[in-house]
């Protein structure tokens, strides 16, 4: 079983604490991978979208006659190969929409979440609700980063909130490099690439959120 470190909103550390059994599964990279495609194409519209030659403002009058001119044939100026004119197999506006199963979401978040626990890359704050100031929270930070030898190689951090503290997320999500998510909301994506988790002790308590 994976273990985690806890501190208080001013940043003192206390007995490690064992993770669930979910933050302890079999790696799976083929799974994550695909799950961070699936997400990072969600967040690109894919809306780019050509005019082709039905779609062009120029002329449709034949440029010249059919034979005898010793030149290709042509029929308008919108053609593709004309310059202004319309563009052949450009992108048309449609999204491809990739989706994953829910069981593969779930399961795909666990993976993340056992390799950041694996990598010493996760820890737990009590008392979240009682950060007032920014300036408490970079503080916080500072200091999780120091104990946990971190300094120099993270300098992104995402809190993870339980519903009960989401109005920490005031202050949190004024500092650079931090992002706030609802656990509620975590998913691979953002559990992989979202840093050093510092998750809200409230989450573990059994009473707000299911594990």
């Known amino acids: 079983m994976n273990k985690a470190n806890i501190y208080t909103a001013r940043g003192i550390k206390k007995a490690a604490f064992t993770l669930p059994k979910s933050f302890s599964q079999e790696e ?3 799974l994550l991978a695909q799950a961070v495609r699936v997400y990072e194409d969600r967040l690109h519209p894919g809306l780019a979208k050509v005019k082709t030659r039905a779609d062009v403002d120029r002329t449709k009058k034949k440029l010249y006659r059919q034979k005898g001119t010793g030149g290709a044939r042509h029929g308008a100026r919108s053609a593709p190969i004309f310059v202004g004119g319309g563009v052949a197999h450009g992108p048309k506006g449609v ?4 989706s994953l199963p829910t069981n593969m979401k779930r399961k795909a978040l666990w993976v993340a979440l056992s390799l950041k626990a694996k990598e010493g890359e996760i820890t737990l704050v009590e008392g979240l609700s009682t950060l007032k100031k920014t300036k408490e929270a970079q503080s916080l930070i ?3 980063a120091k104990n946990e030898g971190k300094e120099k190689r993270i300098s992104k951090y995402t809190f993870v909130l339980s519903d ?3 109005g920490a997320a005031k202050v949190l999500g004024n500092i650079d490099g931090a992002n706030v998510v609802p656990y509620k909301s975590l998913n691979a994506y953002l559990a992989y690439l979202g840093g050093m988790l510092v998750f809200d002790k409230e989450i573990f308590a059994g009473k707000t959120q299911k594990l």
């Open 28 to 30: 799976n990279l083929a």
């Open 95 to 98: 999204k491809r929409i990739l």
């Open 142 to 144: 500072a200091k999780i």
């Open 164 to 166: 009960l503290n989401l």
